[in-house]
């Protein structure tokens, strides 16, 4: 049974920053994509960055802006998400997210897992 399970999240002052983790049971990485999304308030989920650990290759949405960094951890299943200088507007909750497509893992439509979602709240 596939599981992501995500930790990390919480209250930050803007500027601050968060590690988001997300370990994954039921798989190995080597076989998928894994990465996160985010839904703000009102808004849609949006891909920010996914990792294919199989081929070390790593993709960021515009949005991450820099700010944000993604490794992974083949022994541990795990995925992490370094964010960095917090704004208000990344205030949201995370997804950690699976699929099959490597070259589609920002694409909504493409994951074929989802966590539960954590929430990160930055406040102003």
């Known amino acids: 049974q596939v599981q992501l399970v995500e930790s990390g999240g919480g209250l930050v002052q803007a500027g601050g920053s968060l590690r988001l983790s997300c370990a994954a049971f039921g798989f190995t990485l080597d076989n998928y994509a894994i990465g996160w999304f985010r839904q703000a308030p009102g808004k849609e989920r949006e891909g920010i960055s996914c990792?294919?650990?199989?081929?070390?290759?790593?993709y960021y949405a515009d949005s991450a802006e820099g700010r944000i960094t993604i490794s992974s951890d083949n022994a541990k299943n795990s995925v992490y998400l370094q964010m960095n200088s917090l704004k208000p507007e990344d205030t949201a909750v995370y997804y950690c997210a699976v699929g099959s497509n490597f070259g589609d893992c920002l694409n909504y439509y493409a994951i074929d897992y989802w966590g539960e979602g954590i929430l990160v709240t930055v406040s102003s």
């Open positions: 990792i294919v650990p199989s081929i070390e290759k790593i």
